[in-house]
């Protein structure tokens, strides 16, 4: 397994942006397919986005497509999520996941590894 760290979250207004980051341990990162899950309370964790291990292919759940953009730099050990055009219902704990291929999925009981999240709040 591979240890994660997200950082970046905070409270923002809508509309506004935020940058998150998941520094992950270890040499093989780029073995591994991530992505960004998210979970509000009282909600199930739902899939927000996800990127090969080349960063050639990427993912992106249909409430978020066009305002967030997933990336990754392989030389950092760093996946990111740049995210726009935030609205209140983009609250939730975001929290980023490694699964050991090459392929990312939309499914969290693919991914091996989690992160401890990072809240995100976007005020109206």
């Known amino acids: 397994q591979v240890q994660l760290v997200e950082s970046g979250g905070g409270l923002v207004q809508a509309g506004g942006s935020l940058r998150l980051s998941c520094a992950a341990d270890?040499?093989?990162?780029?073995?591994?397919?991530m992505g960004w899950f998210r979970q509000a309370p009282g909600k199930e964790r739902e899939f927000v986005a996800a990127i090969n291990w080349s960063g050639r292919r990427t993912y992106y759940a249909d409430s978020v497509k066009g305002r967030f953009t997933i990336s990754r730099d392989n030389a950092k050990n760093t996946v990111y999520l740049q995210m726009n055009s935030l609205k209140p219902e983009d609250t939730a704990v975001y929290s980023c996941a490694a699964r050991r291929s090459l392929v990312a999925t939309t499914t969290p009981y693919d991914y091996d590894s989690w992160g401890q999240g990072t809240q995100v709040t976007v005020s109206s």
């Open positions: 270890g040499r093989t990162f780029s073995s591994y397919a």
